[in-house]
């Protein structure tokens, strides 16, 4: 790439604004794993019409990184099932392979 490709980039750089987001007018939204920082908004169901590039979050995610172990239990132990899901349950296990309906008659209820 040329230096050239770059200044073509840092103009559309500058153009990306989370201000200029108009989320309540967007037809169509367009998340990428490519680009997960940012998002792309089509404000017409019309195909031809271009995406409109945006950034939703800054590239420092060392202060906004949550780990499964940050969170707090919502419960101390398995939640008991109703006696008529249990039993819908155990029902359905009569047509599925036994390998499977293990788990379901192991569940608590």
Known sequence: MSQNDFKDFSAIEQDITIKNLKITQAMWLKLTADAPNHVNI???HNTLRPWT????R????KDNTLSIK???LV???PVALTKEKK???L???KYMPQQYSD???SLPG
């Open 103 to 105: 788990f379901y008659t």
């Open 87 to 89: 039993k819908d349950l």
């Open 53 to 56: 590039f945006h950034q939703i």
């Open 42 to 44: 089509r404000e017409s």
């Open 58 to 61: 800054k590239n420092d995610f």
């Open 91 to 93: 029902d359905m296990c």
């Open 70 to 72: 940050d969170l707090p």
């Open 75 to 77: 419960y101390e132990s």
